[in-house]
T-cell receptor
Framework: KQEVTQIPAALSVPEGENLVLNCSFT??????LQWFRQDPGKGLTSLLL?????REQTSGRLNASLDKSSGRSTLYIAASQPGDSATYLC???????????FGGGTRLMVKP | SAVISQKPSRDICQRGTSLTIQCQVD?????MFWYRQQPGQSLTLIAT?????????ESGFVIDKFPISRPNLTFSTLTVSNMSPEDSSIYLC?????????FGSGTRLTVV
C-alpha cells in the first residue's frame, strides 16, 4: 500500500526566501506525481504534474523534481511571496486513471 | 483538463439529517472519485464511482452512510446520511486522466 509523507508539516518564512518542500513515497512504481495548493476551506488547485518518466517540471516560480528510484519529490518555490501562503499537498498516482494517495501536506506561511 | 462544478459550496446541517452533494463535469469521464478532508487533515478517498456499476468503497466507508449515484458519464452525487458532528469535513469530488487530476471546489459541511 502506497504511503506518502510530507516534510515539514508547517513552515514559516519571511518574504523573498527560496524554499523547498519535501515529499516521499514508499512504492516507487508510480504513474505520476502531482503537487496541489489548497487555500483554507477551499478546494485543490493543481500546480505541477510530473510523469514517471520525467525528472522535473517548472511553472513560473515553481519547480518540482522527481527521483522515482529513491521515492522522493521536491517542490521548490523561488522568491516567496505572502500570496504563496497556503497548504501544499503532494499526491501520487500508481495507475493511470486510478485514485490518488495524498501526503499530509505542508502548511506554508510567508510573512511580509 | 476537465472542469468540475460542485455544489453546495458549504452547508450547516442538523444532526440526523442527510445532505446530497453534486458534481457536474464538463466532459465524459469513466471514473469519479469522492474524498473527505477532516479538519486539519489531508484527503482520504471515500469511494470510486463508475458509471453503470456500484461504487467501490474504501475501508472504513460504507454505502449506507455514503450512498453514491452515477447516472451518466458527467454527473455524480454523494449523500452523507444520518449526519453527526464527526461528519463535519470538506468533501471533494475529482476526476483524473494520465494528464493529471482535477478537483471540484469542495463542499464544507458543518453538522450541529
Amino acid at each position: 500500500k502506497q504511503e506518502v509523507t510530507q516534510i515539514p508539516a508547517a513552515l514559516s518564512v519571511p518574504e523573498g526566501e527560496n524554499l523547498v518542500l519535501n515529499c516521499s513515497f514508499t512504492d516507487s512504481a508510480i504513474y505520476n506525481l502531482q503537487w496541489f495548493r489548497q487555500d483554507p476551506g477551499k478546494g485543490l488547485t493543481s500546480l505541477l504534474l510530473i510523469q514517471s518518466s520525467q525528472r522535473e517540471q517548472t511553472s513560473g516560480r515553481l519547480n518540482a523534481s522527481l527521483d522515482k528510484s529513491s521515492g522522493r519529490s521536491t517542490l521548490y518555490i523561488a522568491a516567496s511571496q505572502p500570496g504563496d501562503s497556503a497548504t501544499y499537498l503532494c499526491a501520487v498516482n500508481n495507475n493511470a486513471g486510478n485514485m490518488l494517495t495524498f501526503g499530509g501536506g505542508t502548511r506554508l506561511m510567508v510573512k511580509p | 483538463s476537465a472542469v468540475i462544478s460542485q455544489k453546495p459550496s458549504r452547508d450547516i446541517c442538523q444532526r440526523g439529517t442527510s445532505l446530497t452533494i453534486q458534481c457536474q463535469v464538463d466532459s465524459q469521464v469513466t471514473m469519479m472519485f469522492w474524498y473527505r478532508q477532516q479538519p486539519g487533515q489531508s484527503l482520504t478517498l471515500i469511494a470510486t464511482a463508475n458509471q453503470g456499476s456500484e461504487a467501490t468503497y474504501e475501508s472504513g466507508f460504507v454505502i449506507d452512510k455514503f450512498p453514491i449515484s452515477r447516472p451518466n458519464l458527467t454527473f455524480s452525487t454523494l449523500t452523507v446520511s444520518n449526519m453527526s458532528p464527526e461528519d463535519s469535513s470538506i468533501y471533494l469530488c475529482s476526476v483524473g486522466r494520465g494528464s493529471g487530476y482535477t478537483f471540484g471546489s469542495g463542499t464544507r459541511l458543518t453538522v450541529v
